[in-house]
DNA sequence: GTCTATACAGTGATAGAC
DNA sequence: GTCTATCACTGTATAGAC
């Protein structure tokens, strides 16, 4: 490795490589704490490079958010079609079988959807950089992005899922308590914390019974664990 | 104004200025984005001064955090001992009077705790270091921190309010996505984004129906509307 | 497609005066 | 209790070579 002149690819690749590095850098440090030279590093290239890629910090921020919600936009919609093609056994369930309220209240499709949901956000530089964007409603450019794109998200599930407006709203709070529970990294807390332990084991329960029901016998320790990852 | 000497005041009255302030930048900038000097300005003061009052800037955003999570748990405190002091209907009602499963299920302590907590996010600053330190779980220090006032928080609704934990994890979400909501600054699309309007009416219908049930008479408006601010 | 060099503006923290 | 001066870095963005 002669490491410093990097290896020629074509653009789309790096501007993804620059995208995917980008988006654990902003995760972590924020927009403003951020740096184009940290990311740089982190894709393997040189900062000035960065900057004539994307043309600056800020359209480079856009890039990322962008990218992040249309994974969602595009996980969620891949779900919904799934599900379709299945035979949609009715509209979304308004009530849940065990005859919890709270915890369900979303059918079949609202636990699919969760799950796709958890899958996509182990990313912890998605999830973070999504929830730093949710932060920046004050930002002229980044704030109405941020808003525009969690509206789609509201409209798809509300106009796809058969969610009622009450539904779409309650789905959208067990996908924000995720993020700060993720955030916080409360797994780190499992076993060690009798509160977390129970939140987790309480949370992870909910979302993950479609995948993880048979995994009550394998021990609940296992469920939360599955969200800890790099 | 000579401006350049601050007057001479008390230290614990300058450093609740500074908190303040450093809440503000904090919040807009996030930690690693905010700066010193920043902070100094918006209190008014010199950026060396902020540095020495409170030994570093990790030191002053643990205190913003610490400043944060105390007015937060005293509100809910206040609350419940308030409606205790009422005494308190049973204990929180499980079940939803008009049957809606999800928006509800918290019962009347529910709501006033709700309502308290949407007037204290009203402080823009407040809500956004709170959401900056949600996102820092990899931070040995503020993380940690940031994990003991979430758990300090479940705790005290499961064990103060009565609530189960699917109940407090709920509220939790619920809470969540207010934070979301006002971080994203989506009442600024009140009236002028259909799903915005939905989504807020919903959210702020429910969480307000206590002070604001008659002020549906008045125009669903001027609920969303109290949740914007300065 | 990718780099080095560099201009110019901050940035946290310390020293020490008043 | 509060400031000015200042150091040693770090940050974005541009110019231009290969």
Chains 1, 2 share one sequence.
Not at 217 to 223: D, L, M, Q, R
């Amino acid at each position: 490795m002669t490491d410093k002149i990097s290896e020629r690819i074509p653009s789309a690749e790096r501007r993804e490589q620059i995208l995917e590095a980008a988006s654990r850098v902003f995760g972590e440090r924020g927009y403003f704490g951020a740096t184009t030279d940290q990311i740089a590093k982190a894709a393997g290239i040189s900062q000035p490079y960065v900057v004539r890629m994307f043309g600056g910090k800020e359209n480079l921020f856009v890039g990322v958010l962008s990218r992040s919600l249309e994974r969602l936009l595009v996980a969620f919609t891949r779900t919904l079609e799934d599900w379709k093609a299945e035979g949609s056994p009715a509209a979304a369930a308004a009530v849940v079988s065990d005859g919890t309220p709270v915890a369900g209240g979303h059918g079949e499709i609202g636990r699919r959807l969760g799950l796709a949901y958890v899958n996509l956000i182990e990313d912890r530089g998605l999830l973070l950089s999504l929830m730093q964007a949710f932060s920046m409603g004050q930002d002229p450019t980044i704030g109405a992005k941020a808003r525009d794109g969690f509206l789609a998200i509201y409209r798809l599930l509300r106009d796809e899922a058969g969610f009622t407006p009450e539904q779409t709203r309650s789905f959208l709070a067990e996908g924000m308590l995720l993020n700060t529970l993720l955030g916080l990294r409360l797994p780190d807390e499992y076993g060690r914390d009798e509160a977390a332990t129970e939140l987790l084991e309480c949370t992870f329960r909910t979302k993950l019974e479609l995948v993880l029901g048979v995994a009550a016998e394998n021990g609940a320790a296992s469920a939360p664990a599955k969200a800890q990852g790099a």
